[in-house]
């Protein structure tokens, strides 16, 4: 099996990420992320598990996250953005969780399956804390990179997100249909900072003080939101 990654097509546009739990949830995001062009660690205890998604994933070790010496030989700390994806094993998405950020990892992502798992890693200091039945695997790859503020996928290849607009279209008369045109994303509602949503329409301006609605393919949107 070909690996997914393509540095040609990099449409998530971050540093490497390791994800910590390769189950459902974090094979599902590292697939994502791999999809997009970024380079993915992916780390488990189980040794099978490892085996079956290093066929796809740029790396892929067996260890032992709950102990901290194991995650430095893993060389945890030359990562900016952690998941942790283990979420059925309680004490070890905790350990693993306080591990890296005694580590002083920048961005900790975990995922919770109940509201006290969600609770204590936030009181640990998690700074993103992911809830399944909120927060698919997809729908987080694309938050990762800190452009869009909120992602659905509402069909197969077609999405809709929340962001700032990006330059390409600040301070223009805007043309909606030649958005369209060029960028292949349908522009679909704008907030002022004083405001309600309202329909995006040709002939208006926008600001980077607004939020816009804008709706396409997950690489046409990636691609939007850097323009």
Not at 86 to 106: D, W
């Amino acid at each position: 099996m070909v690996k997914l990654f393509n540095p040609l097509k990099r449409t998530i546009d971050i540093p490497p990420v390791a994800v910590i739990g390769l189950g459902r949830f974090g094979a599902s995001l590292a697939g994502e992320l791999m999809r997009h062009g970024v380079e993915v660690l992916g780390i488990d205890a189980v040794d099978r598990t490892v085996r079956e998604q290093s066929v796809v994933l740029s790396d892929a070790l067996a260890a032992d996250t709950t102990d901290p010496e194991a995650l430095r030989q893993l060389g945890i700390t030359e990562f900016e953005r952690v998941v942790v994806a283990i979420g059925s094993h309680l004490e070890a998405s905790i350990l693993t969780a306080s591990n890296l950020i005694e580590l002083e990892i920048k961005d900790i992502w975990a995922k919770a399956d109940s509201d006290a798992h969600a609770r204590i890693l936030t009181q640990l200091g998690v700074h993103h804390v992911i809830r399944p039945e909120r927060d698919t695997g997809r729908r987080v790859a694309h938050l990762l990179g800190g452009k869009f503020q909120d992602f659905a996928e509402i069909a197969e290849d077609y999405g809709v997100t929340k962001l700032t607009p990006p330059g390409c279209v600040q301070g223009v008369t805007l043309d909606v249909a030649e958005v369209y045109r060029q960028r292949h994303v349908q522009l679909i509602a704008v907030r002022t900072a004083w405001g309600e949503w309202e329909p995006i329409r040709s002939g208006q301006q926008l600001s980077g003080s607004d939020i816009i609605v804008v709706a396409g393919s997950p690489e046409a949107l990636e691609r939007f939101s850097g323009a």
